[in-house]
């Protein structure tokens, strides 16, 4: 494009001094990189990004990621420019208390903000995960390639510090392999970051590491006064948007904060204001008024806010193109309308299977056969393992891997449904997050419970963002035996129930995993389901102790023939050793009720009168039993329970023998219930 004019210019120049002033007026943000970043943004999404500020869910857009997330000015600028219905006073209010411009963007508060990003590293990876879903969408909607309808990009800047972020590189590896065409990073080469240049810990040549994991890269000089090259920049950003078989990373040289007399090229104006006086002289530079604050005059409102006719018009195209494509694909119409209401089709639960008892099977093992028989009935379904599938159970039978063209791999197809993430834990976290945020289909992704603390930032994210990834965490107390401590979680159960809105849940046969299967796919929110390794009887059930108890997060699986003495409340797979301690206790006139508690955050959310039918206030006799830390249980057994915990690390030996000398015993589990009764 050659029609940029005087009034781009000045938009850019606008766009620097607001980030100049939004810092200024809070006293605190990040002002450097939005400076510098301007011309880039800008470019981005008045010229670049197919986008629709008046629809900022357009399922045909392409999407930006901010995965330099402290500089979200750089963002919120272009989202006022647009006019995604951020307005001047938003930007006066950067920061502060209710605003719509929090100090880092935070996803389903801000109209045009497709993500929350803060975490360095976490953007660009979940953008991984944008772009694979992307591909996959196309498969359900569009395998034989009749529309180019089901085809955007996936845009992102990422700074030094994403780069750097271990997590990045899990996640590049990986979309090199899976040369994800549609995923154009442009890379803020400033050479800076808090401790000042970025080479006293980061020398290494990025343009071929990234040549190394199979990317374009282009690199983009700066201008030798220092300002980004926009025109240079805006041909690279042409090029990669016709590069379809490899990401793309544009290298752009930039200096932060320029054109700050002082303050350009420094660490201080990457986290601080830059003060009254370097501002005036920084719009002495740019040929502004100093003595004007959040000034945006008329004709640079009215030039960038085109934008929304070019928007429209090009959704509008987009409508006509779905509308011809609906007519001659109703099938294919029906699930895309299916796919974006997230309703799950007709019946579908009756796919999923129950489990006679009397036979043995762990919980992993039910959950693949359920995963199996979900796949069967939504295509949207869809996840795989980071390199432990078969331990995970997590695959999908016939499924095809989710592989390029290209791939020589056994069963590869571009539209498989099993991913192969590679032993990287974090960025299939936050590739599951990207997917989710994406939009239409439903992923899972697997390894040891333990490995959970590799996740655990995508896993918190996943939460803060209230969107629906799925985690499957298997191998899930030291019930997983030889391995010995490195791989069984003690503390983990326990510090996944911390985060805020992420349901832990934790089945106790094969039954409870079929029913969490139907509630996760229900509920349509964070989940970590906690699997075990080893085989678990499956309970004999009738109308009063349903599997259905588990869509309530805890519910009475065996109740005494008397009024209960005492309440027994595990979760997983002690549930059948508290089962065993009721007999026993029975045999000796005490009656136990047990409880299985496979999530208490969906129990939590129950009326308080079920809560009492569960857990009767006045029975103060009570045990808890879970192989793991014991954190979280006083408040359900209270001051006069029991905690049957495990509060130091495992050791490699059979799981028979590590709950035996652990204390995950009936007989244990029988003297504790009997010292509470003594004491209630
Ligand atoms: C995972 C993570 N660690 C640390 C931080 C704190 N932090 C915020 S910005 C920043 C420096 C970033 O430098 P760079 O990525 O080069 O950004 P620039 O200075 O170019 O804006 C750090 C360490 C963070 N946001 N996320």
Known sequence: MN?????????????????????????????GTAMALAPVAYTLFQRILKHDPSNPNWLGRDRFVLSAGHSSLTLYIQLFLSGYGLELSDLQSFRTAGAKTPGHPEFGHTAGVEITTGPLGSGISSAVGMAMAARYEKGLLDPENKTSLFEHDIWVIASDGDLQEGISSEACSLAGTQELGNL???????????????????TEDVSLRFKAYGWNVIEVAGLPNGDVDQVALENAMVKVQSEKSKPSLIRLKTVIAWPAPKAQGTAESHGSALGADEIAATKIVLGLDPDKSFDVPDPVLKHSRKVLERGAALKAQWDNELATWAKSNPEKSELLKRLQSRELPKNWEQAIPTFESGKDLATRAASGKVINAIAGVLPEFWGGSSDLAGSNNTSINGGGSFLPATSKMKDATPYGRIVHFGIREHAMGAILNG??????????????????????????????????????????????GEDGPTHQPVEHIASLRLI?????????????????????????KPVGLALSRQNLPVFERSASNSADGVAKGAYVIAEPKSAPDVILIATGSEVNVAIEASRILAEQNISARVVSAPCLEWFEEQSDSYKESVLPKNLRARVSIEAGVGAGWQKYVGDNGEIISLEHFGASASAGSLFKEYGFTADNIVLAAKRTIARA
């Not at 029609?3 to 990040?30: C, E, I």
């Not at 239409?440 to 990834?469: C, E, H, K, Q, W």
């Not at 349901?503 to 509920?523: C, F, G, K, S």
């Open 435 to 480: 997917i989710a945020l994406h939009g239409l289909t439903r992923a899972f992704g697997g390894t040891f419970l333990v490995f959970s603390d590799y996740m655990r930032g995508a896993v918190r994210l996943a939460a803060l963002m209230n969107i629906p990834s799925i985690f499957i965490w298997s191998h899930d107390s030291i019930g997983l």
């Open 184 to 202: 154009k990073v442009i890379y803020d080469d400033n050479r800076i970051s808090i401790e000042g240049d970025t080479h006293v810990a980061f």
């Open 3 to 31: 029609n940029w004019d005087a009034l781009d210019d000045q938009a850019v120049v606008v766009s620097r001094a607001l980030a100049m002033d939004a810092v200024q007026k809070v006293g605190n943000g990040h002002p």
């Open 500 to 524: 805020p809105n992420l349901a832990i849940v934790r089945p106790a046969d094969a039954n409870e995993t079929a029913v969490a299967w139907r509630e996760i796919l229900i509920r349509d």
